[in-house]
């Protein structure tokens, strides 16, 4: 890569969990190279949580729109090419998207984790690293630069505007904070009404705040409704009531966030919340939250055995579990255990 001001091109466009993760990433690269100019093609969601990041430049591509808009993207990149592309997406979409992106240096994902024709649009790789998280994997992508992501920092542009509306959802009577995310995108990861409610229970029964956070899905929705429904205690009721900008705001106001396999559970992580997650589906050494998977449930292994047939060491890194009702393999007294592991180790 030129020594002076080299151009870069990220491609991710989705989920807002693996965008977040693209994070420290550009932190290593700005931090090696100052001058670099850094390019990001994104999605419309990913860009609503990300507008402002120091240092790069978006551009969105609204995946409705086909190669039409593939077409008026590269209308709208810098003349020229770039010197590298970043290509950290295997989806067909996605590689097609990037034979619109000009660039000498493509470079994708290793052979193992490439799907969907990929190798056809990237003429550099990865080093090949099994049983990494996901983070790690695209931290990886800096490497064929000559760079190494040493370090792991985030910075996530949350204006000032988004904390004060924070701050301004209620007072701080020094009560700590379980909030709840119930949803992931994938519904088949998604734990059960009854058993959020028994956990927001307990908690609330050991003196704490309940909160619920969510979008404005109808399953989020109505999960949040049946959960509320549940429970004996009162809760905080604050689903779609956020935006992609304030929701870093709000999870950094809780000490710990319960969810599934989600973006909100590595947006916490990234704003330094704890977060119990909820695991069967996936596997928490791979896509759990990066910093600390401490208060994480791990049922992986036994959904692993139930539905496959196979321990979770004879799977390939990476596979999905996505069963209907695997999710039912995590217990309330599971959730509960961990809750309470996290309170052994933050007495108030």
Same mark, same amino acid.
């Given at each position: ?16 969990? $693996? ?8 932190? =290593? ?13 994104? @999605? ?35 003349? !020229? ?22 660039? +000498? ?7 193992? +984790?490439?799907? $969907? ?10 080093? @090949? ?25 985030? $910075? ?16 701080? $009577? ?34 704490? +705040? ?12 109505? =999960? ?34 319960? =969810? ?12 330094? =919340?704890?977060?119990? !997650? ?71």
């Amino acid at each position: 890569m030129p020594a002076s001001s080299p151009s870069l091109c990220l491609l991710r466009l989705s989920a807002l969990g $693996d965008v977040t993760h693209v994070v420290p990433l550009v932190r =290593t690269l700005q931090q090696a190279h100052p001058a670099t100019t850094l390019h990001w093609v994104i @999605d419309k969601a990913g860009h609503r949580l990300l507008e402002g990041l120091p240092g790069v430049t978006f551009h969105v591509y609204d995946k409705n729109s086909g190669v039409a808009g593939m077409r008026a993207l590269r209308g709208e990149l810098p003349a !020229g090419r770039f010197d590298a592309l970043l290509q950290m997406q295997v989806a067909f979409r996605a590689n097609l998207l990037s034979a619109f992106i000009p660039a +000498r240096r493509r470079i994708g994902y290793d052979r193992s +984790r490439s799907k $969907d024709l990929h190798g056809l649009f990237i003429n550099e790789r990865i080093p @090949d690293r099994p049983g990494i998280h996901v983070l790690d994997a695209i931290g990886s992508f800096c490497e064929p630069l000559g760079l190494q992501q040493t370090q792991v920092s985030w $910075d996530l542009a949350t204006p000032p505007e988004a904390h004060d509306w924070a701050r301004a959802q209620w007072d701080d $009577d020094g009560r700590p904070v379980l909030m709840i995310s119930p949803c992931s995108s994938h519904t088949r990861r998604n734990w059960y009404a009854d058993r959020y409610a028994a956990l927001a229970d307990h908690a609330a029964a050991q003196g704490w +705040r309940v909160v619920l956070c969510g979008g404005r899905s109808e399953l989020e929705r109505s =999960t949040s409704d049946a959960i509320l429904a549940a429970m004996e205690y009162p809760a905080l009721d604050l689903v779609g009531k956020d935006t992609l900008k304030q929701l870093p705001a709000l999870l950094a106001r809780a000490q710990l966030l319960v =969810t599934p396999d989600s973006g909100p559970m590595h947006i916490a992580n990234a704003v330094g =919340t704890k977060v119990l !997650g909820l695991h069967a589906a996936s596997n928490p050494e791979r896509s759990g939250p990066y910093s600390d998977r401490r208060y994480c449930v791990n049922r992986y292994d036994d959904a692993a055995r139930r539905f496959l047939h196979k321990p979770a060491s004879a799977l390939k890194w990476g596979t999905k579990i996505e069963f209907d009702e695997v999710m039912s393999l995590v217990g309330v007294a599971d959730a509960i255990a961990a809750f309470e592991r996290y309170r052994a180790d933050h007495p108030r």
